[in-house]
């Protein structure tokens, strides 16, 4: 006998008709009860709502540094180093405004009647907002309802001393609240430097004038380099000069006033800066949007280390020593924005892709129609639009949507890059010199024994 013939149990035509249906039944039966099962045990369980650890909107306070428990985070001494050269001629624009401004700048936050400590652990938040106050009042109304907000030290900088602005942000009622004024904006200066000055050049045919033409053959525009001044004043203020940062070592979350945040903006940030250490150790910062500002996200369950963007970013103090040293780079670098030139001359000189970590399900979106500053076309005017619409907010945007036990993907990094030459906008050797001294003047003795010592500044 052949093996072919003991085997006609398997050959189907060699059956009868009824029993070849019946096997070919229970075959597709069997087949949709294991896909069921398959389901059930794997999928279900990694989707979006259902894997997730669910935090109530009045929640108990979670412990997110549990997400990382192989990862000891020592403290942070890197703030001691300083290895970028600290410039000693420093030149700081003064009038009266400003030294009014610094003053201010010196005085306790708000509301420390309605929220007088703050947990060890709290979280800092910095909202950097210039003049658009139908857009602030949206960031302040999402603000209001995030999920441990009353926990928070927020922060907010402005560009300049608007009274709208400055009334909304004295109207803040539901955290802790340390108001910032750039004292060397161009907008406290209407008639000197860093403002507009008697005898700057305008035109490219001008002689006898002050300034230096960007790699476009244009002069400054005080209006246009007050976005990155501020940027980086504001950084170097809320990391080297500030009391109440002082002894902060975890992650500062940044945002504009036309960011919006959903409700588990800060259980999501807390969450991936937890994990960030050991679900990607190439990651610099954490992302609470994809860096695709139009994108909200894959809706999987999946972890992504994505382009660093501006919207709702995070990252600690041992990443701003590596942007800090980087501060010729960012003050040459003729671009106007400031993150354009972050991707151009900044990130690439660090080791690997800069990558950042986020959810797939954004928890920051950026609202306003016109950026302030990528966009703006030289000249035109600056877009402004003034219905600030408020991003619709959906159940699940009230829930804690990251886990731990997702795989992390990695984008692919489009866009700028290093060979990149920049928009130009920042040619004036005045503006870089202000930049750099912006990067010295908390690391002088005389400007650290005033940080110190807020009584010397009133
Ligand atoms: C240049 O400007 C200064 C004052 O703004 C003036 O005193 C001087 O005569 C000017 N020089 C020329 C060559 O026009
Ligand atoms: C920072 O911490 C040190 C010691 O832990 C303490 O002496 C100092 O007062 C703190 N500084 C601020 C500004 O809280
Ligand atoms: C800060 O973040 C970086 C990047 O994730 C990390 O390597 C570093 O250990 C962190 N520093 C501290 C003190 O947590």
């Known amino acids: 006998m ?9 050959l189907l035509w060699k059956l009868g008709i009824s029993r070849r249906c019946l096997l070919i039944v229970s075959l597709q039966a069997g087949f949709i009860v294991a896909f069921f099962i398959v ?8 989707s979006l709502r259902s894997g997730a650890l669910h935090v109530p909107r009045e929640g108990a306070y979670l412990r997110f540094s549990s997400l990382c428990p192989q990862v000891k985070v020592s403290k942070d001494n890197s703030a001691d180093k300083l290895p970028w050269k600290i410039r000693q001629n420093m030149f700081l624009p003064r009038n009266e405004l400003s030294w009014a401004l610094q003053r201010r700048n010196a005085l306790p936050p708000r509301n420390l009647d309605l929220f007088p400590v703050l947990p060890a652990d709290h979280i800092v938040i ?11 009042k949206v960031a302040l109304e999402g603000l209001s309802k995030v999920v441990g907000i009353s926990e928070a030290l927020l922060v907010v900088s402005h560009d300049g001393f608007f009274p709208e602005m400055n009334s909304l942000v004295e109207s803040i009622n539901f955290c802790q609240v340390k108001q910032l004024f750039a004292p060397f904006s161009p ?51 809320v990391w080297d000069g500030l009391l ?41 910062m954490a992302n609470l949007a994809p860096a695709d500002v139009n994108f909200k996200g894959e809706r999987r369950p999946i972890l992504v280390a994505d382009k660093i963007g501006n919207v709702g970013y995070a990252f600690n103090r041992s990443i701003w020593r590596k942007i800090h040293q980087y501060a010729d780079e960012f003050c040459s670098f003729d671009d106007y924005n400031w993150d354009i030139t972050m991707w151009v001359a900044v990130y690439p000189e660090w080791e690997g892709a800069a990558y950042s970590l986020r959810g797939p399900r954004r928890s920051a979106q950026h609202f306003g129609k016109c950026g302030l500053h990528q966009g703006q076309k030289a000249g035109e005017p600056p877009c402004f639009d003034e219905g600030g619409q408020m991003p619709p907010v959906e159940e699940e945007d009230n829930y804690y949507n990251s886990n731990p036990d997702w795989l992390v ?3 692919i990094i489009r866009g700028y890059d290093r060979g990149f030459k ?3 906008g920042w040619g004036d050797k005045r503006d870089r010199n202000l930049c ?18 807020r009584g010397s500044l009133r």
Request: hydrophobic share 35%; glycine share 4%; proline share 5%.
């Open 126 to 136: 910095v909202l950097y907002v210039h003049n658009r106050p139908a857009y602030l």
């Open 39 to 46: 389901h059930l045990l794997f999928i279900r369980k990694s």
């Open 2 to 10: 052949s093996p072919l013939h003991r085997s006609k149990w398997l």
């Open 244 to 284: 109440e940062t002082h002894n902060y070592s975890s992650h500062i979350l940044f945002i504009e006033e036309d960011h919006f945040l959903f409700p588990n903006a800060l259980m999501n940030i807390r969450a991936l800066t937890a994990m960030k250490a050991c679900k990607c150790p190439s990651c610099y």
């Open 436 to 453: 750099l001294d912006f990067a010295s003047m908390y690391h002088m003795g005389v400007n650290t024994e005033q940080m110190h010592n």
């Open 187 to 237: 907008h406290i200066f209407p008639d000197s430097f860093p403002g507009t000055s008697l005898g700057d050049c305008n035109k490219a045919d001008e002689h006898n004038c002050t300034g230096d033409v960007d790699q476009y053959g244009n002069y400054r525009a005080p209006r246009i380099v007050s976005l990155k001044h501020h940027w980086w004043w504001m950084m170097n203020t």
């Open 422 to 424: 920049g928009w130009g």
């Open 409 to 411: 993907r990695h984008s």
